[in-house]
């Protein structure tokens, strides 16, 4: 083997044909040489060209923990780790054809210790020799960082990328961000930002990196494109340096779900204030929290004036609280409700609505909010009401038309069969009404059988029921009696009372009235037949002579 002694290095730097710097001085001391080789801070290895180490310095010794005399006995494969070993063919290779190489190995030092390293090998020729001068720096540090580094860009779940200043292209990315937008790191480092960047054109893009390089940070929301092409919001963090030529570090954030949130809940917010129906919000204490325009509109409460306070500020004490407990009950079981009830306006005015309340509760089933949604009602309940009594009463009378008359006797049956009482019909005909509503005209008739209606109310009880089934036909029906004695006083009343003249637009008139009456359970099992056998005994007292009433029982029965 070659030896090359530390103190005739200059030799290669001095001499004429030396192909390592042409500019250097022609002639350096030997000793600086020595000196410059040995107390280098980094190790140096001189190799021939066969591959054999022919000088080492200090640095070198102390970098690999071998001696001197023991790494002339060595070749780089003896302290390079196996992957960096496998290398070493083609390095030398590369150097042969360029002069020069710099590459990263792994060495081992004696204790095992592995030692990252960047070589810097250059082909050097001497009187008809090659040899190769390999200058080695321990990288542990710079690697331990580059570790730290690919550690926190990896496992942050934001996206991260380094981008060129220059011409916008990707240097470097995380998966984060690769799984963000659909691209692989290889896919995504042959791109430039303008490629996934929805908002801005290149030109804008362009425009707004000379602004972040002013700046040296920005923080702003923007759009970029999935390579399926759906739109992805995102949230960026920019930085700028001016190492490597201009670069941005940037770190992204998927925001889509944040943006659809905020968009649902704008949604919301124009439903809430756009809405007809009105809404009102309680906390968990039922205290108001919020209400919307159309709430002012149907109470005529602004909202400053109800928040904070009870809903029980619209109560029209029509409900009675059995109602307001058993709406309670249902929402704390079902956390929903559904109904009608009569509210208070603020002028004081009544107003229906049909409301719905739902509550809204937290992750343990704690209440969070109830939510009331309610629409006035009020034309259509009065609507319903008439249609009602148009259906019921009697237009002329305002009687229980046949209609109720049937349900209301229904009802008081049922009434009976549950208890020991006994119940009385009366069918009542007007004697002598079809003369005067054909001498007086149908006006003077309607006005008579009103004031008949109010007199044969006056002669029964708030409970009974007075009907008018057409004509001059009036029935009563008399519930939960105990003995027959009192329904033969009410009929001898309203004989009396119908006896009596009836003053129509000053006019003195006379009628009368014949009764018919049955008894159930005595007469009749049900309201068919009952009805059946007032009518029978009816039609009795008109052929005795009218003016008086008669018993079913007692004149046509058993």
């Given at each position: 083997?070659t030896?090359i002694?530390a103190?005739?290095?200059?030799?290669?730097?001095a001499?004429?044909?030396?192909?390592?710097?042409?500019?250097?001085?022609?002639?350096?001391?030997?000793?600086?040489?020595?000196?410059?080789?040995?107390?280098?801070?980094?190790?140096?290895?001189v190799?021939?060209?066969?591959?054999?180490?022919?000088?080492?310095?200090?640095?070198?010794c102390?970098h690999?923990?071998?001696?001197?005399e023991?790494?002339?006995?060595?070749?780089?494969?003896?302290?390079d780790?196996?992957?960096?070993?496998?290398?070493?063919?083609?390095r030398?290779?590369?150097?042969k054809?360029?002069?020069?190489a710099?590459?990263e190995?792994?060495?081992?030092?004696?204790?095992?210790?592995?030692?990252?390293?960047e070589?810097?090998?250059?082909?050097?020729?001497?009187?008809?020799?090659?040899?190769?001068?390999?200058?080695?720096?321990?990288?542990?540090?710079?690697k331990?960082?580059?570790?730290?580094?690919?550690?926190?860009?990896?496992t942050?779940?934001?996206?991260f990328w380094i981008?060129s200043?220059?011409?916008?292209?990707f240097?470097?990315?995380?998966?984060?961000?690769?799984?963000?937008?659909?691209?692989?790191?290889?896919?995504?480092?042959?791109?430039?930002?303008?490629?996934?960047?929805?908002?801005?054109s290149?030109?804008?893009?362009a425009?707004?990196?000379?602004?972040?390089?002013?700046?040296?940070?920005?923080?702003?929301?923007t759009?970029?494109?999935?390579?399926?092409?759906?739109?992805?919001?995102?949230?960026?963090?920019?930085?700028?340096?001016e190492t490597?030529?201009?670069?941005?570090?940037?770190?992204v954030?998927?925001i889509?779900?944040?943006?659809?949130?905020?968009?649902?809940?704008?949604?919301?917010?124009s439903?809430?204030?756009?809405?007809?129906?009105?809404?009102?919000?309680?906390?968990?204490?039922?205290?108001?929290v919020?209400?919307?325009?159309?709430?002012?509109?149907t109470?005529?409460?602004e909202?400053?004036?109800?928040?904070?306070r009870m809903?029980?500020?619209?109560?029209?004490?029509?409900q009675p609280?059995?109602?307001?407990?058993d709406?309670w009950?249902?929402?704390?079981?079902?956390?929903?409700?559904?109904?009608?009830?009569?509210?208070r306006?603020k002028d004081?005015?009544?107003?229906?609505e049909?409301?719905t309340?739902n509550?809204?509760?937290?992750?343990d089933?704690?209440?969070?909010?109830?939510?009331a949604?309610f629409?006035?009602?009020?034309?259509?309940?009065?609507?319903?009401?008439?249609?009602?009594?148009?259906?019921?009463?009697?237009t002329?009378?305002n009687?229980?038309?046949?209609?109720?008359?049937?349900d209301r006797?229904?009802?008081?049956?049922?009434?009976?069969r549950?208890?020991?009482l006994f119940?009385?019909?009366?069918?009542?005909?007007?004697?002598?009404?079809?003369?005067?509503?054909?001498?007086?005209?149908?006006?003077v008739?309607?006005q008579?059988?009103?004031?008949?209606?109010?007199?044969?109310?006056?002669?029964?009880?708030?409970?009974?029921?007075?009907?008018?089934?057409?004509?001059?036909?009036?029935?009563?029906?008399?519930?939960?009696?105990?003995?027959?004695?009192?329904?033969?006083?009410?009929?001898?009343?309203?004989?009396?009372?119908?006896?009596k003249?009836?003053?129509?637009?000053?006019?003195?008139m006379?009628?009368?009235?014949?009764?018919?009456?049955?008894?159930?359970?005595?007469?009749?099992?049900?309201?068919n037949?009952?009805?059946?056998?007032a009518d029978?005994?009816?039609?009795a007292?008109?052929?005795?002579?009218?003016?008086?009433?008669?018993?079913?029982?007692?004149?046509?029965?058993?």
């Open positions: 083997m030896t002694k103190k005739n290095l200059n030799t290669f730097a001499a004429p044909n030396s192909k390592i710097n042409p500019n250097l001085p022609t002639k350096v001391p030997a000793e600086i040489s020595a000196l410059a080789f040995d107390y280098a801070a980094d190790p140096i290895f190799l021939d060209i066969a591959g054999n180490f022919i000088e080492v310095n200090q640095a070198a102390d690999t923990g071998y001696s001197r023991e790494l002339l006995q060595m070749h780089p494969g003896d302290i780790d196996p992957d960096s070993r496998a290398l070493i063919s083609g030398f290779a590369q150097l054809r360029d002069g020069v710099t590459f190995a792994v060495h081992i030092h004696r204790s095992g210790r592995r030692i990252p390293v070589m810097h090998i250059r082909l050097i020729e001497r009187e008809g020799k090659n040899y190769t001068l390999n200058i080695c720096r321990d990288i542990s540090e710079r331990l960082k580059e570790l730290e580094y690919q550690t926190i860009v990896q942050t779940t934001d996206g981008a200043a220059r011409d916008a292209r240097l470097d990315v995380n998966e984060a961000y690769c799984r963000m937008v659909g691209y692989s790191r290889d896919e995504l480092l042959s791109m430039h930002i303008y490629d996934v960047e929805a908002n801005e290149p030109e804008e893009t425009s707004h990196i000379r602004t972040i390089m002013a700046s040296k940070h920005e923080f702003f929301e759009q970029h494109r999935h390579k399926n092409g759906r739109m992805i919001h995102i949230e960026a963090s920019v930085s700028y340096s490597r030529g201009g670069v941005f570090f940037v770190f954030r998927d889509s779900a944040r943006k659809r949130h905020e968009n649902e809940l704008l949604l919301a917010a439903v809430f204030n756009a809405s007809s129906a009105s809404i009102l919000i309680t906390d968990a204490d039922n205290r108001i919020s209400v919307n325009p159309a709430f002012t509109t109470t005529g409460y909202a400053h004036e109800v928040i904070g809903p029980n500020i619209l109560s029209s004490g029509t609280k059995a109602f307001y407990r709406m009950q249902n929402l704390k079981r079902d956390l929903h409700w559904h109904g009608e009830l009569w509210n306006r004081g005015q009544l107003y229906a049909q409301l309340i509550v809204i509760v937290n992750k089933g704690s209440v969070h909010r109830h939510v949604i629409s006035d009602i009020t034309e259509k309940k009065h609507a319903e009401d008439l249609m009602w009594r148009q259906a019921n009463y009697d002329v009378t009687l229980p038309n046949r209609r109720l008359f049937h006797l229904d009802q008081e049956l049922k009434k009976c549950r208890s020991t119940l009385a019909l009366l069918f009542i005909d007007l004697d002598h009404f079809k003369e005067i509503n054909d001498t007086y005209g149908h006006d008739g309607d008579l059988l009103v004031e008949a209606a109010r007199r044969l109310n006056s002669c029964v009880r708030s409970s009974d029921t007075v009907a008018r089934l057409g004509g001059d036909e009036f029935t009563v029906i008399l519930a939960e009696l105990t003995e027959t004695s009192k329904v033969e006083m009410v009929a001898d009343n309203i004989l009396d009372i119908l006896e003249p009836f003053y129509i637009n000053e006019v003195s006379q009628i009368s009235g014949s009764i018919g009456i049955a008894l159930y359970p005595s007469d009749a099992s049900d309201a037949e009952l009805i059946t056998q029978n005994a009816m039609y007292a008109k052929r005795r002579g009218r003016n008086c009433c008669c018993f079913y029982s007692c004149n046509l029965g058993k």
